[in-house]
């Protein structure tokens, strides 16, 4: 396969920054679209729906950035951190946007949705488990907390599970959409559960490669 164009490491600064910029777009042009009255239908639903997609895609491409370096051997980890972020921010305003928008703010409504409905519970539990891993990103968090980081940030799994499950419980009728995200990130678990495997064949394919490719090997 033709390796891709390397992008020069002076500009990796930039281009995280213009996924950031780019990653908000969505939620910028939705807020344009609703705050002008061009939302048609239920502005407030749309809205919700559309940060609620968005966190989920989000999740989905965090998750995909290690198993395109394993297989591919493409090395995007410089952007996993501004997409766990958008994820982050995108379940925040998804979760905001249902609290002040659709309950206005009735605490006692969405208390009893949090622990009544399990499409809701599930939901967030996943935005709950987010916050720490949006609160350890960071090298200062990585220094600190050592090996313990990586044990943290595979929660990243189970609140994808937990996005995916509550996407599917929220409709009436599970449709193609839902199943192609929840499809996705069952496979994006089940990359995690095989990758040591993988890795172990890939390593040894490596080592026999090299070791018959060695001159000492060709001349003996
Ligand atoms: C990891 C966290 C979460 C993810 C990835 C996520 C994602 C989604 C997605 C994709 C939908 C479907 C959009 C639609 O078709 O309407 C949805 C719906 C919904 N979510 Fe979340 N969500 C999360 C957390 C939460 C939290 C914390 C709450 C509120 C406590 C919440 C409240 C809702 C509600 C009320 C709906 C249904 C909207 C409707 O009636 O159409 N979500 N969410």
Redesign the pocket.
């Known amino acids: 396969m033709m390796p891709l164009p390397a992008l020069p490491k002076r500009y990796h600064p930039a281009s995280i920054w213009a996924l950031y910029a780019v990653g908000l777009l969505p939620a910028v042009w939705t807020f344009y679209l609703g705050a002008t009255g061009q939302l048609i239908g239920n502005p407030v ?1 749309i809205f ?2 559309l940060l ?2 968005w ?2 895609r989000f ?1 989905i491409l965090t998750l995909l950035i290690s198993p395109i370096r394993d297989v591919l051997g493409i090395n995007w980890v410089r952007y996993r951190r501004a997409l766990g972020l958008l994820a982050f921010w995108y ?1 925040t305003m ?2 905001l946007a ?1 609290m002040v928008l ?1 309950k206005r703010l009735a605490i006692d409504v969405i208390v009893e ?2 622990f009544k409905r399990w499409f ?1 519970t599930i ?2 539990a ?2 709950v488990l ?1 916050i720490p891993l949006a609160l350890t990103s960071n090298r200062w968090s990585i220094r600190r907390l050592g090996p313990g980081w990586n044990k943290l940030h595979r929660l990243i799994y189970p ?1 994808a599970a ?2 995916a499950l ?2 599917c419980l ?2 009436k009728v599970i449709g193609p959409e839902q199943l192609i995200y929840a499809g996705l990130v069952a496979l994006l678990i089940g990359w995690r559960l095989v990758r040591p495997r993988y890795m172990e064949w890939k390593r040894a394919a490596r080592a026999g490669g090299a070791r018959v490719g060695s001159p000492r090997q060709q001349t003996e």
């Open positions: 639903k919700e729906h609620g997609e966190a989920l999740l379940v998804h979760f249902y659709d949705d949090v809701i939901g967030m996943g935005f987010l609140i937990a996005g509550h996407y929220s409709v």
